[in-house]
């Protein structure tokens, strides 16, 4: 199994991948667009996003390449805190632009990979997407192929109950991502979706104080907050965290 697993990654890594890309489109989905939908096919079969994970979270996670070690060491991290997404209500989908027969390969390999702090085998049960045409990193403007031809942006999307994006995230394809900052990410969102007049201040982490929006004139009474608020300043005032 290891050494067929090896021989597929050797010859995939050899592989001379620069098929032409579609027409690129340089539009990003913002914040507060709906998601693009998509059906593709994954390791869990074929998929329908984001209808098929109905009223959760989703996260799509994109990666440029398969059997590359910065990736490989972000889709083993993921898969290492794939029980603190499941406790926020939050689905991880995975692409690439390879195909699904190399999904398959990479995922294998990587469930032999021991964890270098838990020395614990991970094991991959979010569904890893393919796009060997482009069609889903076209929708999501991650393709740029002045910087990598033939692959996407290192990119993560965070998508609400209602599949409207809310935030996202590109990254170099030198500098890994943090999976406890896209968890802290998550998290923030979801106090802010849950309730709007809750604002996250820098550094925030679940169970610190918020802030909520500062007044619209100076007819609120300051010198006497409620006593879950305080004030820094008239335009910094925060609610304790019950």
């Not at 490989?72 to 499941?86: R, T």
């Not at 469930?111 to 045409?133: C, L, S, W």
Request: hydrophobic residues 40%.
């Amino acid at each position: 199994m290891k050494k067929s697993i090896l021989i597929a990654a050797i010859i995939y890594l050899s592989l001379n991948i620069s098929g032409a890309q579609p027409g690129i489109n340089p539009q990003i989905p913002l914040i507060g667009d709906e998601a693009p939908s998509f059906t593709a096919m994954s390791t869990n079969g074929q998929i329908s996003f984001p209808e098929d994970f109905g009223e959760n979270w989703k996260i799509l996670f994109a990666h440029p390449r398969n059997f590359t070690p910065v990736c490989s060491s972000e889709i083993l991290e993921l898969a290492h805190h794939s029980d603190a997404f499941k406790r926020l209500n939050a689905n991880v989908i995975v692409l690439s632009t390879d195909e699904l027969e190399y999904h398959y390969a990479w995922k294998a390999a990587l469930e032999e990979v021991k964890h270098n702090e838990t020395g614990k085998y991970a094991k991959i049960k979010f569904p890893m997407v393919e796009d060997p045409n482009y069609i889903i990193s076209n929708k999501y403007g991650m393709l740029e192929s002045a910087v990598s031809p033939g692959q996407n942006i290192r990119g993560v999307f965070f998508i609400d109950p209602e599949n409207t994006i809310r935030a996202f995230q590109f990254y170099p394809n030198e500098v890994g991502r943090s999976i406890d900052e896209i968890i802290r990410t998550l998290v923030a969102l979801q106090t802010n979706h849950e309730d709007n007049t809750a604002l996250l201040p820098a550094n925030w982490t679940p169970g610190d104080d918020v802030m909520v929006p500062y007044p619209e004139s100076y007819e609120m009474d300051l010198n006497n907050l409620e006593p879950d608020y305080y004030k820094l300043s008239w335009f910094m005032i925060f609610r304790a965290n019950d």
